[in-house]
Nanobody
Framework: QVQLVESGGGLVQAGGSLRLSCAAS????????MGWFRQAPGKEREFVAT???????????YYASAVNGRFTISGDSPKNTVYLQMNGLKPDDTAVYYC??????????????????WGQGTQVTVSS
């Protein structure tokens, strides 16, 4: 099992920045991808960004078109922590953000079903 704990959400004005963190524990050696998803009220959970996690993989990243160029996913393998730096935030970015871990390869674009482990979520609210 892998446990994920997110932090860093909050309230920010449009155009502002936030950095989310996700700390992984447990059988972290089984993780192949770490990703971020988000879910706004009344909407389905949607993909945000993902990074290949294995030490030998090079940390390949992939982003949803809605956040590409504004958000950056990165990882600190020794700390088993993944980050999501969010710049140029918009009201449409308001959602609960979830960290996720996959023990297998993921589809392009990634789907929630690709990820076996999930954090509890952290609220991000962007005011206009």
């Amino acid at each position: 099992q892998v446990q994920l704990v997110e932090s860093g959400g909050g309230l920010v004005q449009a155009g502002g920045s936030l950095r989310l963190s996700c700390a992984a524990s447990g059988r972290t050696f089984t993780i192949y991808h770490m990703g971020w998803f988000r879910q706004a009220p009344g909407k389905e959970r949607e993909f945000v960004a993902t990074i290949t996690w294995s030490a030998w993989s090079g940390g390949d990243t992939y982003y949803a078109s809605a956040v590409n160029g504004r958000f950056t996913i990165s990882g600190d393998s020794p700390k088993n922590t993944v980050y999501l730096q969010m710049n140029g935030l918009k009201p449409d970015d308001t959602a609960v953000y979830y960290c996720a871990a996959a023990a297998t390869t993921v589809t392009i674009p990634p789907r929630p079903s690709n990820y076996a482990y999930w954090g509890q979520g952290t609220q991000v609210t962007v005011s206009s």
